[in-house]
């Protein structure tokens, strides 16, 4: 805590083909791990269907211990294949969101000054998104 760090961090939770379920928007400041238990558990009211989550290595301690004795589900957390760069089967579901969404200017960087403003505009983006591949096949 106490750290000067400019900027926000948007936390996702997304189903196995990449649709948004839940976005949590918090201060840069803030450790991914202990944020993230916030949005698992916010996501499972939401969502309460949710069996278990996939998440990478920075979720590795206080939210994996978290979702298996606070929320009892599960949570996998696959390990590194080598030491160098190396595409992860599951990961790349949740970045590929990210770059959806930095199709969108105002989510492209920090623009909005409040957190729910930035969370709405995410959930708009993808609902612009969906709009768009239903209109398309």
């Known amino acids: 805590m106490g750290k000067k760090i400019k900027g926000r961090k948007r936390h996702i939770v997304v189903d196995t083909q990449g649709h948004l379920l839940h976005i949590t928007v918090h201060a840069a400041n803030q450790h991914d791990s202990p944020a993230a238990c916030q949005v698992l558990e916010q996501s ?3 969502h309460p269907t949710i069996q278990g989550f996939c998440a990478d290595q920075g979720y590795r301690k206080t939210a994996k211990d978290y979702v298996e004795t606070v929320l009892k589900k599960t949570m996998e957390i696959p390990s590194r294949i080598s030491d160098g760069w190396a595409v992860i089967a599951k990961r790349w579901v949740v970045e590929r969101t990210f770059s959806w969404f930095n199709g969108y200017r105002r989510l492209s960087k920090d623009y909005e000054i409040a957190i729910t403003t930035a969370e709405n ?5 993808h609902s612009m998104l969906l709009l768009y591949r239903f209109s398309a096949s």
Do not use: L, P, V
């Open 121 to 125: 505009f995410a959930y708009i983006a």
């Open 44 to 46: 499972i009211k939401k």
